[in-house]
C-alpha cells in the first residue's frame, strides 16, 4: 500500500501541470454543463476571445504572429462614420516614402498616426517587432520594424501618442489600409 501511494505521489509530482491543465478543463467543462454562473462567465469570456480573434495574416498576408485583439477588454471598435485624421509619426525628417508606406530610420520615439485601438503586436516572419492600430472609418496602420513596442493590445491610443522607439539603423515601415486594401500613402491627407 505504501509503494502504491508513493507511486501516486510521484506521478503528482512529475506531472502536476498537467494535472492542474486538466482540473481547470473539467472545472470549465461541468461548470458548462450546469450553468454554474461563476463558469459560465470564464466559458463565455474564453469564447470571445476565439471569436473575435483577428490575425492580421488576413490582412498583410506575411504569416506574422500576433497576439489576440483588444475587444475582450473592453475596448470598443472605432467609429466607422467620424473622420480619421492622419500626422505623421515623427516631426524627423528623415522619411524617405514609396506610394506604398512611410519609411524612417533615425534614433527616437514613433507615435500613432490616428487615434484608435491597437489590435495587434508580434514579430514578422522575419522577427520584426510590429504594432497594428485600427483607426476610424475602417482605416489600420501597421509599424514594422521597431526597436521596443510601447502599447499592448487593446490599448486605446489618440493621434501622436507615442507607441514605440526607433534605432538608427533599423528601417520602420508604416503601411495605410482601409478595408483591408492598401492605402497609397499619397493619397492620404497628413496635417502637420
Sequence with gaps: MKTFIKKIGTFFKKYLTLVIIAFIFMFLFLCDVTNLKAGSMIIDNLKSIATSFTPTTDLFDDGSEVSFVSYFFGMKAPNKEEKAEFYYPTNNEN???????????????????AKGVVIAVGY???????????????????????????????????????????????????????DNDLVKISEIEWKK
Excluded: C, M, W
Aim: glycine content about 10%; hydrophobic content about 30%; aromatic content about 10%.
Design 95 to 113: 522619411l524617405s516614402t514609396t506610394d506604398e508606406f512611410l519609411s524612417y530610420n533615425y534614433d527616437g520615439i514613433i507615435t500613432s498616426v
Design 124 to 178: 514578422t516572419t522575419n522577427n520584426e517587432k510590429y504594432i497594428e492600430i485600427e483607426h476610424e472609418q475602417g482605416y489600420v496602420s501597421r509599424y514594422v520594424g521597431l526597436y521596443s513596442l510601447g502599447v499592448a493590445t487593446g490599448e486605446g491610443v489618440n493621434a501622436l501618442n507615442p507607441i514605440g522607439i526607433l534605432k538608427s539603423g533599423q528601417n520602420l515601415k508604416i503601411y495605410i489600409h482601409k
